[in-house]
């Protein structure tokens, strides 16, 4: 069993997300301890990116404030290496192809791996697509995390069989942001997850307060939240750490 599957044993999971380097990365860095202070079972790292396609306005935002800020591939490495002195939990990046490939897969993952990563998240990758990164990926220890849509419908059980680490089920068509309410029926794709995988699986997109979060408790084994978490540190900078780690206590389950 992978860190990953680990992080939700005997409890739900909660995994915030957070873009890194907006607001530079030593901000960064001192968010991601207070949410592992909080609470947080897995930490979902955000790799900016020029065209997030999956995300909406946002966390566009919060890409385009860490690309003008230097943020770079390397100096996230460097940051997380900084992070593993002081953090145990899951660490888990969420990117584009673009990023990887322009990096050098290999390359990138070996490094992911030297730092101490989990698990990665390529939104843009279909499922049937993703041999071009899952073999090196499995090389370096790097869960390949597969998100399964409400749109997957006949490819629910085939994704669910090949997954590793932790599923991402993603709660609604579109893209990632606040929502005042999920409509998708989750729990039958949850039913069909469970009928093919015993690897846990997280909801994500929309959810954004502690309701919703314990509402997916109930249906799944975990709750995402990125967008809820970026507008905190855009509308606190400095002063955001202490404001997220007390919003990712009241999504924790108790």
């Not at 947080?40 to 790799?47: D, H, V």
């Not at 290999?106 to 073999?135: N, T, Y």
């Not at 015993?198 to 990125?226: K, L």
């Amino acid at each position: 069993m992978s860190r990953l599957s680990e992080a939700f044993q005997n409890k739900k999971a909660f995994i915030p997300f957070i873009t890194c380097g907006d607001g530079g990365l030593d901000l960064t860095k001192k968010i991601v301890k207070e949410m592992v202070d909080a609470g947080a079972s897995i930490i979902e790292l955000g790799i900016p990116f020029s065209d997030p396609t999956a995300e909406g306005p946002v966390i566009q935002e919060a890409n385009i404030r860490a690309l003008s800020a230097g943020t770079t591939t390397d100096r996230i490495f460097d940051m997380v290496a900084e992070l593993r002195k002081e953090v145990d939990v899951p660490l888990v990046f969420m990117t584009y192809a673009n990023v990887v490939f322009s990096y050098g897969t290999e390359k990138f993952l070996s490094r992911a791996e030297e730092v101490g990563m989990d698990g990665i998240i390529l939104p843009d990758v279909p499922f049937e697509e993703k041999e071009e990164f899952a073999p090196a990926c499995r090389k370096h220890g790097i869960d390949f995390i597969s998100l399964i849509a409400p749109t997957s419908k006949d490819r629910i059980a085939m994704i669910a069989k090949e997954a590793e680490g932790f599923i991402y089920l993603v709660s609604s068509l579109g893209v990632t942001g606040v929502r005042s309410s999920i409509t998708t029926d989750l729990s039958s794709i949850v039913s069909v997850i469970r009928e093919n995988t015993s690897v846990p699986c997280a909801v994500g997109f929309g959810i954004s307060t502690p309701e919703q979060a314990h509402a997916m408790y109930e249906i799944a084994d975990g709750a995402i939240v990125g967008s809820a978490i970026v507008k905190l540190i855009a509308a606190h900078g400095e002063n955001a750490p202490k404001i997220v780690g007390d919003f990712v206590r009241s999504m924790v389950n108790p």
